[in-house]
C-alpha cells in the first residue's frame, strides 16, 4: 500500500486533509496491543508524509458549530501540553516517563539534551546533528501506560534542521510517530512541537520554519469513525 502524502498550509489543514481522506487510504485493523487492545479497531493509515509551511498559524481545527461535534483539542490544551508535557521533565503520579523527561534528559557532559541540540544549532546551524531521541531500547521492556498495560513513546525523535532560504536560516522539525491518533493527537502533539521550535528559535536567533511529520501507525479509533464521517461528510 503506498504511504499518503499531502502538503497543507496550517496543522489545522493538514489535520483535516487527513480525516478527509482516510477512508480512501486507510485499512481496518484489530489492535492487540496498546491503547484499547482486543477491544476497538483503528482505519490506519499505511503510512504518511506531511509538510506544513506555516504550522505557527490556525493550530486548532474548527468545527462548524451545527455539527454538534466537540473540537478535537484548543489553544490552551496545546500551550498546556507543551508546558507540561513537553517542557516539565517531572512524570506525573503513575507516568513511568514524559516526552519532557527524555526530551530534557541531562547528558554525560552536563545539560540536557534539548540544551545541547540549542547549543548545536547556535555553533553550527547548517548541522544534521541536532536531533533529540524520544525512544530508548529498554521502551520495550520498562515503558508501561497508567492502565498497567506496555506503551511504548509514541514520538520517537525530533530532528531540527536549518534549511537556507530568502538569505535566512530558517529552523524546522521534523517529528516521526511510531502510532497517531490522528483525531486528537495529531493537532494537539504538532501545536505542541510547534511551541517547542518556536522556543528553540527564540534560543538560537534563527527564523521560525515550516514542520514536517511521518509516521506509519497514524489512524483513527474506531469509537471516532462516526464523527470523523460527519465532520468530512464522508458518510456511508
Known amino acids: 500500500m503506498m504511504p499518503f502524502c499531502l502538503a497543507a498550509k496550517t496543522i489545522s489543514d493538514a489535520w483535516f486533509q487527513l480525516m478527509y481522506n482516510l477512508f480512501d487510504k486507510a485499512y481496518s485493523q484489530n489492535i492487540q496491543k496498546g491503547s484499547f487492545e482486543n477491544e476497538q479497531y483503528r482505519l490506519q493509515y499505511p503510512g504518511i508524509a506531511v509538510y506544513i509551511e506555516h504550522p505557527s498559524s490556525d493550530m486548532v481545527p474548527t468545527i462548524p458549530p451545527g455539527l454538534g461535534i466537540p473540537a478535537p ?7 498546556g501540553y507543551f508546558a507540561n508535557y513537553l517542557m516539565n521533565p517531572e512524570p506525573a503520579e503513575n507516568e513511568t ?6 526530551i530534557q534528559h541531562s547528558m554525560p557532559n552536563g545539560g540536557s539534551q534539548l540544551e545541547r541540540v540549542v547549543e548545536i544549532l547556535r555553533e553550527t546551524p547548517l548541522t544534521n546533528q541536532a536531533v533529540i531521541e524520544i525512544a530508548t531500547p529498554e521502551d520495550l521492556d520498562i515503558c508501561y501506560g497508567k492502565d498497567g498495560k506496555l506503551d511504548p513513546p509514541c514520538l520517537r525523535l525530533l530532528d531540527f534542521k536549518v534549511i537556507p532560504s530568502d538569505n535566512a536560516f530558517h529552523l524546522t522539525v521534523s517529528a516521526y510517530f511510531r502510532s497517531w491518533d490522528l483525531w486528537a493527537g495529531f493537532p494537539t502533539n504538532l501545536g505542541g512541537i510547534e511551541l517547542l521550535k518556536q522556543y528553540v528559535v527564540s ?10 511529520a511521518y509516521s506509519a501507525g ?15 461528510l464522508r458518510l456511508k
Not at 516517563?97 to 527524555?102: D, L, N, P, V
Not at 538560537?204 to 514536517?212: E, I, V
Not at 489512524?219 to 469513525?225: A, K, L, P, R, T
Open 73 to 79: 483539542t484548543t489553544m490552551e490544551y496545546i500551550e
Open 97 to 102: 516517563y514524559t516526552y519532557a523527561s527524555r
Open 203 to 212: 534560543e538560537t536567533s534563527l527564523k521560525n520554519g515550516p514542520m514536517y
Open 218 to 232: 497514524a489512524h483513527i479509533y474506531g469509537y471516532q469513525e462516526e464523527i470523523v464521517r460527519l465532520r468530512t
